[in-house]
């Protein structure tokens, strides 16, 4: 036992005993916010709110629990290539989906409009369009603007058939 007493007191040796017994039970490991993986869930809103992840920036976009801890693990690495390509590429990783991103010099387009290319493996609905295009913009540079997203769907068919789909929707204001 370490005695914490400056003088040698009897009152505060059996304090110091009392404090040994009480608070060396506890387990401190819980109080190691590193270690992401082995935290309580229920500390990961509250890790998310310190690392500002809540919301937009991809906590509401996480539909299980392994995605919050990735997004947590990834949150400082994502804060500071904020506004980059590499931003958006990971956020999305970060829900399962994998992106590609082209921007205006790299096709000709206009300046400062870029376009997100998502390869999925599982459906594609207008509610997940809505939570992409929030990522993205939680993301992306502000003087940049999303052009267009595109969407590639592959699904592996029990017997071998070829397939081709190729839709578009063009909106003239």
């Not at 007493?5 to 009897?10: H, K, R, S």
């Not at 590193?34 to 991809?58: F, K, R």
């Not at 390869?119 to 369009?129: A, G, R, V």
């Amino acid at each position: 036992m370490n005695n914490l007493a400056p003088i040698n007191d009897i009152n505060l040796k059996v304090f110091d005993q009392i404090c040994e017994e009480r608070f060396g039970e506890l387990d401190l490991k819980v109080l190691d916010v590193t270690d992401i993986d082995n935290l309580p869930v229920d500390a990961l809103p509250h890790l998310a709110e310190q690392y500002h992840i809540t919301g937009n920036e991809g906590w509401k976009f996480c539909r299980n629990e392994q995605e919050k801890r990735s997004l947590i693990k990834n949150a400082i690495q994502l804060h500071k290539y904020r506004g980059t390509k590499y931003a958006i590429i990971k956020a999305l990783s970060l829900i399962n989906i994998t992106a590609f991103v082209t921007e205006w010099f790299e096709y000709n387009g206009s300046p400062f409009f870029f376009k997100v290319l998502l390869d999925m493996e599982t459906s594609y609905d207008s509610d997940l369009e809505l939570q992409v295009i929030d990522l993205i913009n939680e993301n992306k540079n502000v003087r940049s603007w999303l052009e267009r997203i595109i969407v590639y769907l592959k699904q592996e068919a029990l017997m071998p058939i070829m397939s081709y789909i190729s839709t578009s929707e063009e909106i003239i204001v």
